[in-house]
């Protein structure tokens, strides 16, 4: 794996996803949910509302690197916000 620059921020990242995968999975098991319908007007499960907040904050990371906002780490506490708007509201 010499092709890829593994740097422990990288390797974090791709843990918490699989992390986030396992969790989700887990409770998919053992709470069966039936979607519901949120301000999109779409249903939604658990897994659904993962998707569009992993997503979503990937766009929130591109802009915010592209358009020269500061720090990354704010960039991180705005899509903490998003994904609490996302999982309440979605």
């Known amino acids: 794996m010499a092709w890829m620059a593994w740097t422990w921020p990288t390797a974090l990242f791709f843990v918490v996803i699989a992390a986030l995968l396992i969790v989700f999975t887990i409770l998919g098991v053992k709470y069966p949910e039936t979607p519901r319908v949120g301000v999109l ?7 659904d509302r993962l998707f569009i907040t992993l ?9 915010w690197l592209g358009l020269e906002l500061g720090s990354q780490w704010w960039a991180l506490a705005v899509c903490l916000v998003y994904a609490a708007a996302v999982f309440r509201w979605v």
Not at 55 to 63: H, R, T, V, Y
């Open 41 to 47: 007007r779409i249903e939604t499960t658990r897994g």
């Open 55 to 63: 997503l979503g904050s990937a766009f929130i990371n591109l802009a």
